[in-house]
């Protein structure tokens, strides 16, 4: 679509694009931080996608496209967790440049189908078209072609989102994102206890549901470990690491390496 006034020139970048229902496995890495050279350090040693938390995370809307462009600019998709359901939020970072949207807490249908609809383009949904926060830099989303619509992933972490998780998947989002913390809180048990239930429990029941229905299913990991046993539960998208994290236990191996160095050395 052409837009009155705008460049005839755009520069040979490409909004790279994770693609859910290959049937691989594909690890990402969770930001909080807001200082897009964190992204940058990320996004340049390989991760499949990042993943970028508005909810949770420190990153205003308003710093979200600065985010998303440093993941780009290593080819590395970008998908954004946003604080609510809010749609002036979720048209800026549709914006933005993300190349998907992470719902939190959706509990029904309803919710579902119109956040579904918020990704995407007419005649699929209801988005609104205003490229002019990415152009001439990257190319322009064509409406109507699904492959340009971003990725719809709703987050179940309550009982009702769980309950309802057949009625929510039949409203044909991309993916479903697990939110394993919020989930145990909610059925009243531990992480633990959650995601160590193996072929038996919830969440592999979850992974199998998602399957059946040709969604996608995601779930937050964390670390490398944890991310290896709920892939054999059949999920398919997961942060294995964060900045957070990774950090913290840098940190500690720092310390404890340090503290080796200060032990006193035998005189001969």
């Known amino acids: 679509m052409k837009i009155y006034g705008e460049s005839e020139r755009s520069s040979s970048l490409q909004t790279p694009r994770l693609t859910l229902d290959d049937g691989r496995t594909h690890p990402g890495a969770w930001v909080s931080f807001r200082d897009p050279a964190v992204v940058d350090i990320l996004s340049a040693e390989g991760f499949d996608w990042i993943g970028i938390d508005g909810q949770h995370g420190g990153p205003e809307v308003s710093e979200l496209q600065h985010l998303i462009e440093a993941a780009h600019v290593f080819s590395v998709p970008s998908l954004v967790r946003v604080p609510g359901h809010d749609m002036g939020t979720i048209g800026r970072v549709l914006d933005a440049g993300a190349g998907g949207i992470i719902f939190p807490t959706v509990e029904n249908a309803a919710t579902a189908a119109s956040l ?3 990704c995407r383009f007419p005649p699929r949904g209801k988005r609104s078209y205003g490229p002019t926060r990415r152009s001439p830099r990257y190319p322009k989303q064509l409406p109507g072609n699904p492959q340009e619509d971003t990725l719809c992933i ?3 972490e309550t009982v009702d989102g769980l309950a309802n998780l057949d009625e929510i998947l039949a409203t044909g989002p991309d993916g479903i994102f697990v939110g394993p913390y ?4 909610s059925l009243g048990t531990t992480l633990e206890e ?10 592999a029941d979850i992974a199998r549901r998602c399957t059946a ?3 996608t299913p995601g779930i937050y990991a964390g670390e490398a470990r944890l991310a290896e046993k709920l892939a054999t539960l059949g999920y398919r998208f997961m942060p294995t690491a964060s900045d957070t994290g990774l950090l913290a236990v840098a940190a500690r191996n720092a310390v404890s390496s340090a503290g080796r160095l200060a032990q006193p050395t035998a005189v001969s």
Do not use: H, N, P
């Not at 919020?182 to 809180?185: C, F, I, N, Q, R």
């Not at 959650?194 to 919830?202: P, S, Y």
């Open 182 to 185: 919020d989930l145990a809180l």
């Open 194 to 203: 959650l995601t160590g239930a193996g072929e038996d429990g919830i969440l």
């Open 154 to 156: 709703l987050m179940i």
């Open 116 to 118: 579904a609809a918020a």
């Open 213 to 215: 229905a040709g969604v």
